[in-house]
Structures are given as C-alpha cells and as structure tokens.
C-alpha cells in the first residue's frame, strides 16, 4: 500500500532560524507532491507541488522543497523562519492515477519560538 | 468568493443518530473528497467522486455513505454514528490530472 511518512510530529525552532521538515513516501511509480499548511481551526492551504520538470519548487513566502527520486523524499526547508510560519504542515503524495485523490502524512508541527 | 463551503460548522450528536455534512463547491470542480482528520494521523479518505455520478470508497468508508447528484454537491452521511467518528471532517475537490486539492473550513463532529 502507498504510504506517506512524516517522521517528526513537532519540529520547535527559534524565530530566523533554518528549518527542516522531513517527508518520505513509498511508491515504484510517478508521483505527484504537495505540502499543505494548515493554521489553527481552519482548512488547508496548498503550500507547494511538484509534478514534473525541476526538482526544486518553492513558494511565495520563502519555503522551499526538493524532490529526490533515488531517496523518495520530498523535504520542505525555508532558510529563515517567522513566527507566523507556526502551523501543521501536511505532506501528500498522488500515486494511484485512476484515483485523484492524495494520501497524507500524519503533520508535522511547527512551532516558531520567539 | 469561489470555493468550498461545508456546513455546519461544528455539530454534537448522540451515538446512533443520522447526521449529513453537507458540502457545495462553485468551481466545477470534476472530482470531490471527504477526508476526516484526526490527531497523529493526519488526513484519511473516506469516500471520493472522480465526477458526478460516480462514487469511491477511501482507506476508511465503513460507517459513511456518499452521492454525486450533481457537480457542485458532495454529502456525507452518517447513518448511525458512533463516538469513534468525532473527528474533524474536511471536503475537498480537484480538477483533473495533478491539480491540488482545495479544501474547505471543515466540520467538527463530535458524537456522545
């Protein structure tokens, strides 16, 4: 079965520092990745994808993630965290072509200390 | 504005009750999803649509039923609810290919 892992629940870091959140998915397929965030009481919000072309996809608020096929990773990193960059973030993989919907991490929890 | 709207927003219900959440999309958006969402396990499938008329089952249908009358309507059904289905439910729909997925606001469901 596909699986998507999030391997931290909680990530803490202090306000401008670098942060990494790691995603790792299963699959022997083509596959298409996204990071989601979600803020508190509210739906999610797409951060980022990858579908094809360059390996490395950013988004307007300085995130940034990499695809790696060899370690079928998907990592999100942003250089210099904000405060208001505390939030859950979800990875989600497409594998199954006939079926359009994403298989998501379990969140990691970012949380930005001043 | 074009988007998702699911209603209600939050709703207590007995053990044993029918409940629908009801969800509309404006954005003709071929294919619609129900997730529900639950602490450390992130987001889980519950029943799809790739397009009107036509349903899925997800990683976790038991319990919950769906219908695709129409484009823009996606409900979910609890025929008879149990406490083990107080999550957070989320609709969300998609176009075609490897559009992403948007989501409305959710429904908090807890059932006594």
């Known amino acids: 079965a596909q699986s998507v892992t999030q391997l931290d629940s909680q990530v803490p870091v202090f306000e401008e520092a670098p942060v990494e959140l790691r995603c790792n998915y299963s699959?022997?397929?083509?596959?298409?990745l996204f990071w989601y965030v979600q803020y508190p009481n509210q739906g999610l919000q797409l951060l980022l994808k990858y579908l094809s072309g360059s390996t490395l996809v950013e988004s307007i608020n300085g995130f940034e993630a990499e695809f790696n096929k060899s370690q079928t990773s998907f990592h999100l990193r942003k250089p210099s965290v904000h405060i208001s960059d505390t939030a859950e973030y979800f990875c989600a993989v497409r594998m199954d072509m006939g079926r359009r919907a994403l298989t998501f991490g379990s969140g990691t929890r970012l949380q930005v200390q001043p | 504005i074009a988007g998702i709207t699911q209603a209600p927003t939050s709703q207590i219900l007995a053990a044993g009750r029918r409940m629908t959440l009801r969800c509309t999309q404006d954005m003709r958006h071929n294919a619609m999803y129900w997730y529900r969402q639950d602490l450390g396990l992130g987001l889980r499938l519950i029943h799809y649509?790739?397009?009107?008329?036509?349903?899925g089952k997800g990683e976790v249908p038991d319990g919950y039923s769906v219908s695709r009358a129409n484009t823009d309507d996606f409900p979910l059904t609890l025929a008879s609810a149990v406490p083990s289905q107080t999550s957070v439910y989320f609709c969300?729909?998609?176009?075609?290919?490897?559009?992403?997925?948007?989501f409305g606001n959710g429904t908090r469901l807890t059932v006594t």
């Open positions: 649509s790739n397009t009107a008329g036509t349903t």
């Open positions: 699959s022997s397929v083509s596959v298409y």
């Open positions: 969300a729909s998609s176009t075609a290919g490897g559009s992403p997925l948007h």
